[in-house]
């Protein structure tokens, strides 16, 4: 995407924008990504986060923090996580 291109969205009825797909492309951004949102002198800013950005950031740490929250979720999102982590797997084996 050039730098100066602007690209208008209409907020549909639950306040949802669709972000291009060369936006978050550009900004690494993709479906699960944890995205925060902001106000900076009226403007709404967007950026994508790594799941734990404060406290133990360890490989264990990590883990107990994924394994506690996918006890809370139902089934249906616990096979779609495990569906995600096994694309992610196949496309690291296709890297190498």
Known sequence: MSKGKNIYKI???KGRIL???EL???A????GDIVKLGLH???VIAKKMNLIEVGDQTPEAREAYVRAAIK???EEKQ???AASILELVERRK???
């Not at 690494?28 to 479906?31: D, G, I, R, S, V």
């Open 24 to 26: 978050r492309t550009a």
């Open 11 to 13: 907020i549909d009825c």
């Open 94 to 96: 296709e890297q190498l």
């Open 19 to 21: 972000i291009p797909k």
């Open 28 to 31: 690494e951004m993709e479906a």
């Open 72 to 74: 809370e979720m139902s």
């Open 41 to 43: 002198k009226g403007t």
């Open 79 to 81: 096979i779609n996580i």
